[in-house]
């Protein structure tokens, strides 16, 4: 726990530093693309820019380059071949350091993979000197107890979400006022470490330093919901081609995060396999032809399966729309059942709002919000992510939902563990508590 700790803190530093220096990147590896936005902080940007959101403005950023490439060697949002990876990543940061015309040193990188799980967790301390100060948060955040994760897992974000100050709870920041007895409650989002690792090796192979990571769940939902929907209390389903990530928001926090293991890319290979054409081909029908629900015209619509085989009468197949959304529905329904069971094992129906908002490339099949509605319930809608100053019109789409949302969050990063000196004096004992109480309990 103590390196996960000191890693982050360094990466707080090096993004504080770049940010210092006025340029930083921002690098969404997904399975499908692998996008780069480059941003210009500057303190004399307005933000009474009209085509910016209210949000978005008071971050005084620029997006000035802006690429995007076919992602290689990534599986379920995974690194899994590291050099293609690196070529993706190299191939989308020099174009966006092109387009921008400035060279770029610190990269912050989200990611969909790594197998998320959530925990909760909870501590309470003795205020001293009346009035709280950064030293009792430090330690109120300190006697929250971390379970025992394991050596191949890590700590990605652990982030206070609700502090109450003797009686008076939903408090987001307790410094400066004053009462007895501090408690917190703190979500804990732990990924397989070998993913985060490779992640990072692959970075630093094309020679950039790692200034943040994190979960393009959490980014997604960032950008993608509206300030009532995160406070009340709202789901937000981002959808890639290698998974399909769920978040959790309420009170303004991520409060549960988990992932599907199935994205876009399926629905390209059960087309693919199912028509027998090649994977370009299927996903290029896929995008253009594909749907959810069928209508009588769907029966009359044809389509021309192109081919390269050399074999005339297999190049010239024509199949109807009906037949394809045949083949791509029940792909569709069973990532919407997973999805189902992933909420109900949250807790998602016990919320007050139960709003649940649709997100990332794979939400642009047309149809999907109502067939969603069937499976997740009727407060659906299709969400994009917010307009910042300088995105260029091609990546205001539902794809670019974490890299919107990992912009803005560096602009305004979230209060997390990282930010209080807390390791010190948790280090040891709490790991010992922890293994004490095992053994009396298994024992």
């Known amino acids: 726990m103590n390196d996960f700790y000191q890693a982050q803190r360094a990466m707080r530093k090096g993004r504080q530093a770049a940010m210092q220096r006025g340029v930083i990147a921002i690098l969404d590896v997904g399975t499908f693309k692998t996008a780069c936005l480059v941003l210009r902080f500057d303190e004399a940007l307005s933000s009474t820019d009209e085509t910016a959101s209210a949000l978005a403005g008071q971050a005084r950023f620029r997006v000035i380059g802006a690429a995007t490439t076919q992602s290689r060697g990534v599986r379920f949002g995974e690194v899994d071949t590291l050099p293609e990876t690196e070529r993706a990543i190299r191939t989308a940061v020099q174009a966006a350091q ?129 300030e009532d929907e995160q406070e009340l209390g709202a789901a937000c389903i981002d959808m890639g081609a290698g998974s399909t990530s769920v978040s959790i928001f309420m009170r303004k926090h991520m409060i549960y995060s988990d992932t599907v293991r199935m994205g876009g890319e399926h629905v390209s290979s059960d087309i693919s396999r199912g028509l027998q054409i090649p994977c370009q081909t299927a996903e290029r029908i896929k995008t253009r032809f594909g749907g959810l629900v069928a209508t009588g015209m769907d029966d009359r619509d044809i389509i021309e399966l192109e081919g390269n085989t050399g074999d005339w009468e297999h190049d010239r197949r024509t199949i109807t729309r009906a037949e394809l ?60 992510p917010l307009r910042i100053q300088g995105l260029p019109q091609a990546a205001t789409g539902p794809a670019f939902s974490a890299c919107v949302g990992l912009s803005v969050t560096a602009a305004h990063p979230q209060d997390e563990w990282w930010d209080f000196d807390v390791i010190a004096e948790r280090a040891h004992t709490k790991s010992l508590r922890v293994a004490l109480r095992w053994f009396k309990e298994n024992w």
Request: charged share 20%; proline share 4%; with cysteine.
């Open 98 to 226: 092109k387009m921008a015309n400035v060279r770029v040193d610190h990269v912050i990188a989200c990611f969909a993979g790594g197998r998320p799980r959530s925990y909760g967790l909870a501590g309470k301390v003795s205020v001293e000197g009346g009035a709280v100060d950064e030293r009792d948060v430090s330690r109120v955040l300190s006697a929250c107890e971390t379970p025992p994760i394991g050596d191949d897992r890590m700590v990605l974000h652990a982030q206070p979400v609700n502090f109450a100050l003797d009686h008076r709870s939903g408090l987001s920041d307790p410094r400066g006022q004053i009462g007895n007895t501090l408690h917190v409650d703190m979500h804990m989002l732990t990924v397989d470490a070998h993913t985060v690792n490779n992640l990072i090796h692959c970075i630093h192979r094309c020679d950039l330093e790692v200034a943040g990571l994190a979960s393009a769940s959490y980014m997604a939902g960032t950008s993608s919901l509206v």
């Open 325 to 384: 959304i045949g083949v791509m529905r029940p792909r569709v329904e069973e990532i919407l059942e997973e999805v189902r069971a992933v909420l109900d094992d949250a807790g998602f129906r016990h919320l007050p709002g139960q709003r649940i908002v649709l997100t990332g490339g794979g939400s642009q099949i047309p149809g999907l919000d109502g067939l969603a509605a069937k499976y997740l319930g009727n407060q659906i809608r299709l969400g994009r």
